[in-house]
């Protein structure tokens, strides 16, 4: 089950780290913004040097944490 850690709300971002299905703990910074929400994931972090399945799991955990934090907030 996902759990909220903690969540900081300033203005037009939000922070928020959290407790994943497999225990281990990531963080997202949510920007809102007039064309949308924009997402910096932990999993995001040297994830352009990632390449072939490496990549994918690294997108796949970041999706798992927007998703998380769509649902948590």
């Known amino acids: 089950m996902q759990e909220k850690l903690v969540e900081h ?3 037009t971002h939000i922070y928020m780290k959290m407790r994943l299905d497999n225990k281990i703990i990531e963080e997202i910074d949510v920007y809102l913004r007039k064309d949308g929400e924009h ?13 072939g399945e490496s ?3 690294k997108q796949k955990l970041r999706q798992e944490i927007i998703d998380a934090f769509n649902e948590l907030y």
Do not use: P, R, V
Request: hydrophobic share 25%; charged share 15%.
């Open 55 to 57: 990549l994918k799991q």
């Open 39 to 51: 997402y910096i994931t932990s999993a995001d972090h040297g994830m352009e040097l990632c390449s």
């Open 9 to 11: 709300t300033y203005g």
